[in-house]
T-cell receptor, first 113, second 112 residues
Framework: SQTIHQWPATLVQPVGSPLSLECTVE??????LYWYRQAAGRGLQLLFY??????ISSEVPQNLSASRPQDRQFILSSKKLLLSDSGFYLC????????????FGSGTRLTVV | SQQGEEDPQALSIQEGENATMNCSYK?????LQWYRQNSGRGLVHLIL?????REKHSGRLRVTLDTSKKSSSLLITASRAADTASYFC????????????FGTGTRLTVIP
């Protein structure tokens, strides 16, 4: 069966430090992969999506970047964190485009101090 | 923006009552989805309704879609305390887009 792993669950980082969040999917091939951010009590904002290895689309200008070095691995990074990068980060995968439900990871709570 | 908007933002009901949440969106869609999120957790997919469908059921869930009004509703019947969560609608607009646009959610509290 398909599963998605996201880690770490919580992270406290100082301003200016780097960031690397990792997401891996098991049990499927060539998934669409997504990074979302959720501010407290708010909806989800799409940050990046990928339809294949090395293919990254960014939805909003920001201090973050994403990479997909392997088919089922999606990494969210930053060279220097800002206070405004704090939030709840969610990785998700889907089959195809739009016509299927997304499966979400359990999320990473990032606090930049 | 295509982002959906849920209404109400918060809903509090007694166990056993029905809960209705609404979602409105702005442009054409291929499908609309509803998700549930327990506090501090990832989202769980509940149900997907396609633009050519008007109603769909899954257990105690009933979803309706009115494309002429660009709106959808999620009905949870005979609510339970375990239904307490935030509920989000998501659309794939513009139709066929590579991603989903989520609303801001309805926070449902079911009081035992």
């Amino acid at each position: 069966s398909q599963t998605i792993h996201q880690w770490p669950a919580t992270l406290v980082q100082p301003v200016g430090s780097p960031l690397s969040l990792e997401c891996t999917v098991e049990g499927t091939s060539n998934p669409n992969l997504y990074w979302y951010r959720q501010a407290a009590g708010r909806g989800l904002q799409l940050l990046f999506y990928s339809v294949g290895i090395g293919q990254i689309s960014s939805e909003v200008p920001q201090n973050l970047s994403a990479s997909r070095p392997q088919d089922r691995q999606f990494i969210l990074s930053s060279k220097k964190l800002l206070l405004s990068d704090s939030g709840f980060y969610l990785c998700a995968w889907s089959v195809g485009t739009g016509g299927y439900g997304y499966t979400f990871g359990s999320g990473t709570r990032l606090t930049v101090v | 923006s295509q982002q959906g908007e849920e209404d109400p933002q918060a809903l509090s009901i007694q166990e056993g009552e029905n809960a209705t949440m609404n979602c409105s969106y702005k442009t054409s869609i291929n499908n609309l989805q509803w998700y549930r999120q327990n506090s501090g957790r990832g989202l769980v997919h509940l149900i997907l309704i396609r633009s050519n469908e008007r109603e769909k059921h899954s257990g105690r869930l009933r979803v309706t879609l009115d494309t002429s009004k660009k709106s959808s509703s999620l009905l949870i019947t005979a609510s339970r305390a375990a239904d307490t969560a935030s509920y989000f609608c998501a659309t794939d607009a513009p139709a066929g887009a590579n991603n989903l646009f989520f609303g801001t959610g309805t926070r449902l509290t079911v009081i035992p």
